[in-house]
């Protein structure tokens, strides 16, 4: 065999070098790169005795003993040797051997590519493997490395002479299971991608199913670079799996997606859209339900390129627009169980993904799983506030309030969230409030008497500085009371119209940030249009001009004028004018200048 080598390449080991974490030989002028298998067929030793005129070495018998000579060796012995000089020396005859083509070469095609992918890690310059523990940054570089490893390019030379699947599927899948190193997981991987590519043929249905099961193990790896090429080689193997296996596969990507915010879900998905997109249409019961909680994940930007790959005419597009969510409805009640995890974010998430839902959906449809969605949400309302908890109380609102439409009773669902809207959390707060509000006045029922405290409360006692560190909720929960106070107005209300208004009359007056008297004006507009025989102090009249006068926000300007328009009828319109000629003349926004030109021309 050492003699056989010799003649093979006819080097010594001091003309091999290592180049870029690849085996590389420094030629010396004994060796030249053209050389292959067919020129060493026909080279005798010069020591032969063969009475022969023509070389015995041409005869294929003969290259064929000679090969399961060598290629042994130089797999066992010499790829594993301990000494580089002596691996790369046996890696370099390797892929003489292999690029030569030979069809000699087909007893030894699957060895070879299994030891050729066991070798990428063992090959690679220790720095790697050293660096590796301290900056895993390089996991990119040495990828990049591994795919243009001409090993790799040995391989793909190969797959054209494979024959047949005998041993390759268990080796392939042993490989999978127990090569360790990234370069030979990356090995593999690509492999996957390639043989598929070229050999499709070659698999059966149940070949693609184990090789499926053996991928889907490796996609626990911590590594998110080379899960993400087991998922390319996933893809390529899922179409020609069969809906058992690729069901399992599913479930497995659901799986690891809930238990550690996997990105691979959407990122394998739209690896198998890209490459055959109807063999995703038989688990869309499977796939829509968690696609469109998907797109509720502000931390997983891959649900986005997912759901932007597909076309506007596939299932999942028009699902999250609301299209044919209804066709689903079973299997979204039954994903939706998820609500109930430990974890705030999936929690949040479900709630903000129920609630579309509800609103997407007729109610003719949401009907026959009502009662159990709002058993769902009233549980995962129970208990203390967390971060997120008001998208549970949106879905909740969102639901109560078609139930209470369609004929169920009112009485539980605003217990509910009058409960809510009194907890003391100021995030939580900020949103239950208004909550309530839209409830109370999206059913139309008179609940004045039993909320209008709170509103009150925050209203006249909450005290918003500069310094505060919770100024922006506060801010917010103001701007959203303002709101909620006008919506729980009864329809019938006089005497509690002169509460309200001035409660939000205060706090125009008061020296608030932007968004709080943005609220003021628009609630008052609401109240105004509601109430249009109630008649404002004629101090209100100086409020809104000077708001028009000295606000340093144009839309603010614009918004009181709109509120002007809608009761200056109850003070003198000559006294109106004279204010607005003034300010006109000073003012500097020329929308502004034009509101003004517009209502004292009318």
Known sequence: AISTCTTLGNLTLTDIGYDNGNAAVTSSNTFESHH??????????????????????????????TLECTIPFLLNSGLSSSVDQVRSFSLKIILSICKSSSSTLKPFIIPLISKLLESLSELEPSIFN??????????????????QSPSLSAIESLI????????????????IKKTIGLPSKVGCAR????????????FSQSDCDKLLYAISDTLNDKNSLLTSLYAESASFVFINASSKV?????????????????????????????????????????ILPISFFGSFDDDN???KTFNNHIPQSNQIQRLLQGLIITEYVKEFVDFIEIIHSNDWKIKKQAGLTLAAFINKSEWKFIEPFSARLFGLLKEALQGKT??????????FTSLSVQMVLNGFPSDEAFQIHLREAGKKNLKYKNYSLLQLANFVDQIGIDKFEETFELFREVLENVVIRDEQDDKP????????????????????????????FGLIENVLKTPHVWLIHSAAIESLKKLFVRFSRFVPPREFLIVILDLINYSKYSSLKQAALELLGLIEQHFDHQNVVRRLVDISSTENDQIVKEMIKSFINK
């Open 36 to 65: 292959t298998v067919e020129q060493v067929e026909t080279t005798s030793p010069s020591t032969s005795n063969s009475p022969s005129t023509s070389s015995p070495s041409t005869s294929p018998s003969n290259t064929s003993n």
């Open 130 to 147: 050293y660096a590796s523990f301290h900056l895993n940054d390089l996991d990119q570089l040495r990828i990049q490395l591994t795919k």
């Open 160 to 175: 054209d002479q494979i024959d047949s699947n005998n041993d390759l599927l268990d080796n392939l899948i042993h490989l």
């Open 191 to 202: 492999f996957i991608v390639l043989l598929f590519s070229k050999r499709q043929d070659l």
């Open 246 to 286: 690729q069901s399992t596969f599913i479930n497995h990507l659901k799986k690891l997606y809930f238990e550690q915010s996997s990105f691979l879900f959407p990122y394998t998905l739209t690896e198998i859209h890209n490459r055959n997109s109807d063999c995703l249409k038989h688990h869309y019961s499977s």
């Open 301 to 303: 930007d891959h649900w």
């Open 386 to 395: 967390w971060d997120g908890k008001e998208a549970i109380l949106m879905a």
């Open 473 to 500: 909720i506060l801010v917010s929960m103001m701007a959203n009371t303002v709101k909620g106070i006008v919506l729980i107005l009864p329809s019938n209300a006089e005497r509690q119209v002169d509460v309200v």
